[in-house]
């Protein structure tokens, strides 16, 4: 059945002007967007097929009419944003990230959305509510030309202030629908898999950093490519269980640990559009505020989740050709599944390690390890999980991640260049020389529909690399929302008034170039530049250290280090900022540099790991159409401050070529869709038919 759109004429000038997407939009409907009708100026109804509703609703306007789309008979549907596609200004739009939205005014409460989107129970017959959505020609208004609709965001955005009671970031937002953006031009693959990932963090649910959004954007990218994919993870208490849809409790049974059999609820939701299996044993694991850190050994409760994922396997009689367990925490599962599981009834699985990063070994005693049932004297050898530093100690220690190693079908970590320095440095250098036939490296993607400018609810103005004005509505959002000083008046254009917004968004660990971030606060406020960073310290000491530069600075109009987690202000920032600056000492791959990139944040990046394989110099004369950043080599201060003060040359000095540059870095395909594809394949290269 056709769904249609009544267009009529406008009716009462109390309507304000505007066109609007439902926030609700399905997966592959990307492709729905360009069969959309043309509206033309005449026309007084078009006709879309369903799920029209759940598409993006964008009606392609003539240059020189606007239309406002209002639902019929709920206000509340009446809340929306903006979508204002590239045909405003002649083009035809091929796929969702073509557009750019923002909001028109303050939003409603999100449970109003969510319950008229969300809720099939409340509105059986939503299909008959929903697409009643009138649009009004607005000919009164006369033709809206592309200054007025840059007019128009300016006007309606909901400008903060550091003396707000609720910070801007906190601010209620749309509610984010992860299936909303898809990518165009998915094929689906031919030969399909089940694979399960066995993790401890998945964002946005329980991110700590890259590991959650790599599962996650990984996950999806699988499932679009039509695969069965599910993700296990421990139902950490500090897990906001409003952020999963369908949460329900699927089955309970008992999982071992240390000589008991522990009472285990397995649930089954979905988070941002990707099944989800949270596992809740009923004792003290997995309680605590954050995802990290809580009041019980992080060791036992991981290895218990672990023989819990695969004892829930063996209870439900689920057989995934793939089990893809992440790091250290669930490095013990291959072990578990090889000498334990596949001896009692689970035959199919293949298991893939990938390691994110091998700062943590999982290190581990012999009687721990009994812990989970295994005899750890048995894994206590060269070949198997000893820790080889350990080689007669007294008493010698097991690591999780050695024996993940060994005991995986296949072992991946996350960039080609990673790949090579661990095969060339640290103890577990061997241990992948002898696997080095199952070990592959596979550069990370991102998410590109949880990171895209084009439609991110957490900023104030939305942009596409057609059109970044959004992005300086941004840089100013921020600017003002954390009281730094707001760029000269652009009428008298001095060049050095362009002050570069320079942002770091970093776990606080000594991998992320410690000194060297400190560094950049005086040299980019010696600079005449501006910089905020925003990371948490898990190391007490490190904390207060960047606490009392926090204390110095943050006074000052020109710097600001917020310490906490905030994933709404990270979008922020990845948009306001003009560059983003990735020190790291070492970088098994990092997303930040691709974040940025997305968010048209020019990267500067020490060359290492994943960030010498995505970012490449400006001045590299080898390769100039892969020019996208700055990249400096040592771990001196004085090789970033190079890179900073190259930077901001071309930024102030070729503003126009420093444009081009945002927009091809926007446009650079860094997404998992890319690279998923290698993950299929390792797959593949292990499944048993
Ligand atoms: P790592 O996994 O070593 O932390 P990555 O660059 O791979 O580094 O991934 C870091 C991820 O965590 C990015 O998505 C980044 O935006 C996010 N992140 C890091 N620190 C914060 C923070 N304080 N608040 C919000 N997001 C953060």
Same mark, same amino acid.
């Given at each position: 059945?056709?769904?249609?759109?009544?267009?009529?004429?406008?009716?009462?000038?109390?309507?304000?002007?505007?066109?609007?997407?439902?926030?609700?939009?399905?997966?592959?409907?990307?492709?729905?967007?360009?069969?959309?009708?043309?509206?033309?100026? #005449?026309? #007084?109804?078009?006709?879309?097929?369903?799920?029209?509703?759940?598409?993006?609703?964008?009606?392609?306007? /003539?240059?020189? *009419?606007?239309?406002?789309?209002? /639902?019929?008979?709920?206000?509340?549907?009446?809340?929306?944003?903006?979508?204002?596609?590239?045909?405003?200004?002649?083009?035809?739009?091929?796929?969702? @990230?073509?557009?750019?939205?923002?909001?028109?005014?303050?939003?409603?409460?999100?449970?109003?959305?969510?319950?008229?989107?969300?809720?099939?129970?409340?509105?059986?017959?939503?299909?008959?509510?929903?697409?009643?959505?009138?649009?009004?020609?607005?000919?009164?208004?006369?033709?809206?030309?592309?200054?007025?609709?840059?007019?128009?965001?300016?006007?309606?955005?909901?400008?903060?202030?550091?003396?707000?009671?609720? /910070?801007?970031?906190?601010?209620?937002?749309?509610?984010?629908?992860?299936?909303?953006?898809?990518?165009?031009?998915?094929?689906?693959?031919?030969? %399909?898999?089940? *694979?399960?990932?066995?993790?401890?963090?998945?964002?946005?649910?329980?991110?700590?950093?890259?590991?959650?959004?790599?599962?996650?954007?990984?996950?999806?990218?699988?499932?679009?490519?039509?695969?069965?994919?599910?993700?296990?993870?421990?139902?950490?208490?500090?897990?906001?269980?409003?952020?999963?849809?369908?949460?329900?409790?699927?089955?309970?049974?008992?999982? &071992?640990?240390?000589?008991?059999?522990?009472?285990?609820?397995?649930?089954?939701?979905?988070?941002?559009?990707? /099944?989800?299996?949270?596992?809740?044993?009923?004792?003290?694991?997995?309680?605590?505020?954050?995802?990290?850190?809580?009041?019980?050994?992080?060791?036992?409760?991981?290895?218990?989740?672990?023989?819990?994922?695969?004892?829930?396997?063996?209870?439900? $009689?689920?057989?995934?050709?793939?089990?893809?367990?992440?790091?250290?925490?669930?490095?013990?599962?291959?072990?578990?599944?090889?000498?334990?599981?596949?001896?009692?009834?689970?035959?199919?699985?293949?298991?893939?390690?990938?390691?994110?990063?091998?700062?943590?070994?999982?290190?581990?005693?012999?009687?721990?390890?009994?812990?989970?049932?295994?005899?750890?004297?048995?894994?206590? @050898?060269?070949?198997?999980?000893?820790?080889?530093?350990?080689? $007669?100690?007294?008493?010698?220690?097991?690591?999780?991640?050695?024996?993940?190693?060994?005991?995986?079908?296949?072992?991946?970590?996350?960039?080609?260049?990673?790949?090579?320095?661990?095969?060339?440095?640290?103890?577990?250098?061997?241990?992948?020389?002898?696997?080095?036939?199952?070990?592959?490296?596979?550069?990370?993607?991102?998410?590109?529909?949880?990171?895209?400018?084009?439609?991110?609810?957490?900023?104030?103005?939305?942009?596409? *690399?057609?059109?970044?004005?959004?992005?300086?509505?941004?840089?100013?959002?921020?600017?003002?929302?954390?009281?730094?000083?707001?760029?000269?008046?652009? #009428?008298?254009?001095?060049?050095?008034?362009?002050?570069?917004?320079?942002?770091?968004?970093?776990?606080?660990?000594?991998?992320?170039? %410690?000194?060297?971030?400190?560094?950049?606060?005086?040299?980019?406020?010696?600079?005449?530049?501006?910089?905020?960073?925003?990371?948490?310290?898990?190391?007490?000491?490190?904390?207060?250290?960047?606490?009392?530069?926090?204390?110095?600075?943050?006074?000052?109009?020109?710097?600001?280090?917020?310490?906490?987690? =905030?994933?709404?202000?990270?979008?922020?920032?990845?948009?306001?900022?003009?560059?983003?600056?990735?020190?790291?000492? &070492?970088?098994?791959?990092?997303?930040?540099?691709?974040?940025?990139?997305?968010?048209?944040?020019?990267?500067?990046?020490?060359?290492?790991? $994943?960030?010498?394989?995505?970012?490449?110099?400006?001045?590299?004369? =080898?390769?100039?159409?892969?020019?996208?950043?700055?990249?400096?080599?040592?771990?001196?201060?004085?090789?970033?401050?190079?890179?900073?003060?190259?930077?901001?040359?071309?930024?102030?000095?070729?503003?126009?070529?420093?444009?081009?540059?945002?927009?091809?870095?926007?446009?650079?395909?860094?997404?998992?869709?890319?690279? *998923?594809?290698? &993950?299929?394949?390792?797959?593949?290269?292990?499944?048993?038919?």
């Amino acid at each position: 059945a056709a769904v249609s759109i009544d267009l009529v004429p406008l009716v009462t000038a109390s309507h304000k002007l505007r066109l609007c997407r439902l926030p609700r939009v399905a997966a592959s409907h990307e492709l729905r967007l360009c069969r959309l009708p043309r509206v033309a100026a #005449s026309q #007084s109804a078009v006709s879309i097929s369903p799920p029209s509703y759940y598409s993006f609703l964008l009606l392609l306007v /003539p240059p020189s *009419a606007s239309f406002r789309l209002l /639902p019929v008979g709920d206000k509340s549907m009446d809340v929306l944003s903006i979508a204002v596609s590239p045909s405003v200004f002649g083009n035809f739009p091929t796929k969702i @990230s073509d557009c750019f939205s923002f909001p028109v005014r303050k939003r409603k409460k999100a449970n109003n959305r969510r319950f008229l989107f969300d809720s099939a129970n409340r509105f059986p017959n939503r299909f008959s509510l929903d697409p009643k959505i009138q649009a009004i020609h607005l000919d009164e208004v006369g033709a809206d030309k592309p200054e007025s609709i840059t007019g128009l965001r300016l006007k309606d955005v909901d400008w903060p202030s550091p003396s707000d009671e609720i /910070p801007f970031w906190k601010r209620e937002f749309n509610t984010w629908d992860a299936n909303s953006e898809v990518p165009v031009h998915i094929e689906k693959d031919s030969d %399909l898999l089940h *694979a399960i990932h066995v993790t401890a963090e998945m964002a946005p649910i329980a991110k700590v950093g890259g590991l959650g959004d790599v599962v996650t954007g990984l996950a999806r990218a699988c499932l679009l490519r039509g695969h069965k994919v599910e993700i296990m993870l421990p139902f950490y208490e500090c897990i906001q269980k409003g952020n999963i849809q369908e949460l329900s409790l699927m089955s309970t049974y008992n999982s &071992y640990n240390d000589g008991n059999w522990i009472q285990t609820n397995a649930y089954r939701g979905i988070v941002s559009g990707i /099944p989800v299996i949270l596992i809740e044993p009923m004792n003290q694991f997995f309680k605590g505020d954050d995802v990290y850190r809580g009041s019980y050994n992080e060791l036992e409760a991981y290895l218990f989740f672990s023989r819990a994922c695969l004892e829930w396997m063996q209870v439900t $009689g689920t057989q995934p050709d793939i089990i893809h367990v992440h790091e250290w925490q669930t490095g013990a599962l291959p072990l578990l599944y090889w000498d334990m599981y596949h001896y009692l009834s689970l035959q199919k699985p293949r298991i893939v390690l990938t390691i994110h990063n091998m700062e943590h070994y999982g290190e581990c005693r012999q009687e721990q390890l009994h812990k989970c049932g295994l005899d750890g004297s048995v894994y206590a @050898s060269i070949d198997k999980a000893i820790d080889d530093r350990t080689i $007669g100690h007294n008493p010698e220690r097991l690591s999780l991640l050695k024996g993940g190693i060994v005991y995986s079908n296949s072992v991946v970590t996350v960039s080609p260049t990673y790949l090579n320095e661990t095969l060339c440095s640290g103890w577990l250098a061997s241990a992948l020389i002898t696997n080095r036939d199952k070990y592959h490296g596979i550069l990370n993607g991102i998410d590109t529909v949880m990171w895209n400018p084009a439609c991110d609810v957490f900023l104030p103005a939305n942009y596409h *690399a057609q059109n970044t004005s959004g992005k300086k509505v941004c840089k100013q959002y921020l600017q003002k929302g954390l009281g730094l000083a707001l760029e000269g008046n652009a #009428s008298n254009n001095h060049l050095s008034d362009r002050v570069p917004l320079v942002v770091c968004i970093s776990r606080l660990v000594a991998q992320k170039g %410690l000194h060297l971030i400190r560094h950049a606060i005086n040299h980019i406020e010696e600079q005449g530049g501006q910089m905020i960073i925003l990371g948490k310290a898990p190391d007490s000491r490190v904390e207060r250290e960047f606490e009392a530069l926090a204390n110095l600075h943050n006074k000052g109009s020109t710097v600001r280090i917020l310490l906490m987690y =905030s994933e709404e202000l990270s979008h922020m920032l990845y948009a306001a900022a003009d560059m983003v600056v990735v020190p790291s000492i &070492y970088e098994p791959c990092g997303l930040a540099q691709m974040i940025g990139m997305r968010y048209g944040s020019v990267p500067i990046v020490r060359k290492t790991g $994943g960030l010498a394989d995505t970012v490449f110099d400006m001045s590299d004369q =080898s390769q100039p159409e892969m020019a996208n950043g700055f990249v400096f080599e040592g771990i001196d201060e004085g090789s970033l401050c190079r890179a900073l003060d190259r930077s901001f040359s071309y930024y102030r000095e070729q503003p126009i070529e420093w444009e081009n540059i945002v927009q091809k870095i926007m446009q650079i395909d860094n997404s998992w869709n890319k690279t *998923a594809g290698k &993950y299929i394949d390792v797959y593949n290269s292990i499944r048993v038919r």
